[in-house]
């Protein structure tokens, strides 16, 4: 069993940055592909970015390539995520997950691959 729990949410003001982190128990975080999705009022819940288990790999939504940065950091069981030119779009719920169910490259984009969630963390980017 894993447990995620997230940190690091706020509010900034647009073009500003944040770092979330995503900190997990269990001895067997390294064999997971681990990923951020975010939920808007409103809206339905979203990918944002995933990374393999060695961290070699990554994969980000459109709406985020070039502003964010996935990583994790397998001694610590962390995942982070870089947010940098942050948009009124990107205010949301920010949950990490984790997976067992990733695809031959080791990261899943789907909701439905991941087996674990964290409760959460608001973030809020002020225009």
């Known amino acids: 069993q894993v447990q995620l729990v997230e940190s690091g949410g706020g509010l900034v003001q647009a073009g500003g940055s944040l770092r979330l982190s995503c900190a997990a128990s269990?001895?067997?975080?390294?064999?997971?592909?681990l990923g951020w999705f975010r939920q808007a009022p409103g809206k339905e819940r979203e990918f944002v970015a995933a990374?393999?288990?060695?961290?070699?790999?990554?994969n980000y939504a459109d709406s985020v390539k070039g502003r964010f940065t996935i990583s994790r950091d397998n001694a610590k069981n962390t995942v982070y995520l870089q947010m940098n030119s942050m948009k009124p779009e990107d205010t949301a719920v920010y949950y990490c997950?984790?997976?067992?169910?990733?695809?031959?490259?080791?990261?899943?984009?789907?909701?439905?691959?991941?087996?674990?969630w964290g409760q959460g963390t608001q973030v809020t980017v002020s225009s």
């Open positions: 990374i393999n288990w060695s961290g070699t790999i990554r």
């Open positions: 997950a984790a997976s067992g169910r990733t695809n031959s490259a080791g990261y899943a984009i789907e909701g439905y691959q991941y087996d674990h």
């Open positions: 269990g001895r067997t975080f390294i064999t997971y592909g």
